[in-house]
């Protein structure tokens, strides 16, 4: 790709990677192109016009943030805006139906997530040949060629948007796009808006993206465009002394897409919190909670907070993202924030960096949205989960095997990870994996920190996924649509 290259067009880039689709509600619609692919690919260029743009989102951000003005100068709560968001990605399947041989240059793309399973950690069987294959809902076992993410304020505005696109694709008896199956994600009600189902406000640490936010919280660190947009500054291979990936010209300005279909079984993780907790050590169910997470439910980080939430800062955005394991205390002990705890695991800070080791490549940009409903009266007083729940965990880098692929295998699921510790750190205990295998993690309780506290279950259960490419628009009008 040419070294001389146009500043950032925020006109280029799907809306959903560096601003995020506003949402209440998001579907997900997993699509296969029928054997008609000229079809498809002149229908698409119909679908061009409809899909959000960065610039898009940005406007739209501003008109809800003056709506939300204009109600609290009037002292009522805001209405929502009904407004919708549509973007699209392709899978390596996608891309090689479409006939696009061109190699984007990730390997874990081109082989795809299920081929990536077991390497992730993903539980499931392996037969007399030794083949392994995850225990992932069917739907997942297909090959999935594209992925449409649908948003907007409700249901009903998701759904009718959702009809337009279909519409679009399919006319009558000519169909061009199959769905292989569709999830739908909805925000959390009420206080619980912006907080994963097992109670922790999420979306708060998020790399800030170089010369596009240009004014980052403090303690945000800023990442280069290459490290989250593909072709721009710093699109190197992290795994191999920072070569420059080599990538097709149209892959400029697009953006890997790690999608997982994340299941939590919040009342058993609830029940293990309350089991495990030791208050004669002064360790609450709510502490090892927030130990476990790296914050408080409230955002606060523990780090800075070790023993006392503090739900002020914790939504204090000029508060809650400040801090680098880096007191006095950090490195070697786990007064404050054990070493395996999920944000610690997955963006260590001074872990790395204090040794020199850069963490700019590991960074992602998650977006996603939680899906199924609040814990019913049956689910609270049996302690077992009964209804579907958890995350649709979407996650966007300029590399899969730079970003999330890395995170995931190994940061999350290597026990040895953090580096330079005095005892094994174990297991991140949110989404750390061992395949069928047992799991722990050291520093627990910060009393007695070198013990090992044994985690009997997986709540965080991946049922699919898959990694997919979401193009730059130029480059869907040029490479992926016919006119
Ligand atoms: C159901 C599964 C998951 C839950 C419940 C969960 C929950 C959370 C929460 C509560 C936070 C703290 C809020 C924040 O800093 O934004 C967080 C941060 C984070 N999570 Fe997860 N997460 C899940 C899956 C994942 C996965 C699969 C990955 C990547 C492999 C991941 C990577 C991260 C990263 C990079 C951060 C930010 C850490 C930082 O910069 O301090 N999470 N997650």
């Known amino acids: 790709m040419s070294a001389t290259l146009t500043p950032l067009n925020p006109a280029n880039v799907q809306g959903d990677i560096l601003v995020g689709l506003p949402k209440k509600v998001q579907h997900y619609l997993f699509f296969q192109i029928d054997n008609d692919v000229t079809s498809f690919r002149k229908r698409l260029g119909l679908l061009i016009p409809l899909i959000t743009t960065t610039a898009q989102v940005q406007d739209d951000r501003a008109k809800i943030s003056a709506n939300k003005e204009a ?4 002292g009522k709560a805001p209405e929502l805006l009904k407004l919708s968001g549509v973007n699209i990605a392709f899978s390596q399947f996608g891309l090689t139906k479409l006939g696009i041989t061109d190699n984007v240059g990730d390997t874990a793309f081109v082989e795809g997530q299920l081929k990536d399973s077991q390497n992730l950690g993903d539980a499931g069987t392996t037969d007399a040949q030794g083949n392994f294959t995850p225990d992932w809902l069917p739907a997942f076992k297909n090959q999935i060629h594209g992925l449409i993410i649908i948003s907007g304020d409700s249901e009903l505005t998701v759904s009718a948007t959702q009809a337009t696109v279909m519409a679009i694709f399919n ?39 170089k010369e596009f936010d240009t004014k980052p919280n403090p303690g945000q660190e800023t990442v280069r465009q290459g490290v989250i947009l593909c072709g721009r500054e710093n699109d190197v291979d992290a795994n191999n002394n920072n070569t420059p990936f080599v990538r097709p010209p149209w892959a400029l300005d697009g953006s890997f897409l790690a999608l997982r279909y994340l299941f939590q079984l919040v009342p058993e ?50 508060q809650n993202n400040n801090f680098r394991y880096d007191f006095p ?4 002990t786990q007064d404050r924030c054990p070493f395996a705890a999920h944000t610690r695991k997955t963006n260590p800070r001074a872990d790395l960096e204090d040794l020199n080791i850069s963490t ?14 609040e814990l019913t009266p049956a689910e609270i007083s ?35 990870f953090p580096i330079n510790k005095p005892v094994t750190p174990g297991f991140d205990a949110i989404i750390g994996q061992n395949g069928n295998g047992p799991r722990s993690l050291s520093g627990a309780n910060p009393k007695n920190q070198s013990a090992t506290l044994a985690l009997p279950a997986n709540w965080v259960v991946p049922k699919g996924g898959e990694y997919f490419f979401s193009p730059s628009i130029p480059a869907l009008r040029s490479t992926f649509a016919l006119a």
């Open 71 to 74: 109600a609290a100068k009037e």
């Open 171 to 209: 006319i009558g008896i000519h169909i061009t796009l199959h769905e292989v199956t569709t999830l739908k994600g909805v925000v959390r009600p009420g206080a619980e808006k912006g907080h994963e189902h097992f109670g922790f406000l999420d979306g708060i640490s998020q790399p800030a993206v």
């Open 269 to 318: 993780f609830n029940t293990f919190l309350t089991q495990s907790a030791d208050p004669t050590t002064g360790l609450s169910s709510d502490l090892l909670g927030a130990r476990l997470v790296g914050r408080w439910k409230s955002g606060a980080p523990v780090d800075v907070f070790p023993l006392q939430d503090n739900p002020e800062a914790g939504t204090d955005p000029s």
């Open 329 to 332: 205390d950090d490195q070697q």
């Open 360 to 373: 700019e490549s590991r960074r992602i940009i998650r977006r996603g949205v939680q899906f199924g409903p």
């Open 382 to 416: 049996s302690g077992k989960t009964i209804e579907q729940r958890g995350l649709i965990f979407a996650a966007y880098s300029g590399s899969i095997t730079n970003g999330f692929q890395f995170v995931q295998h190994s940061w999350a699921d290597n026990t040895g």
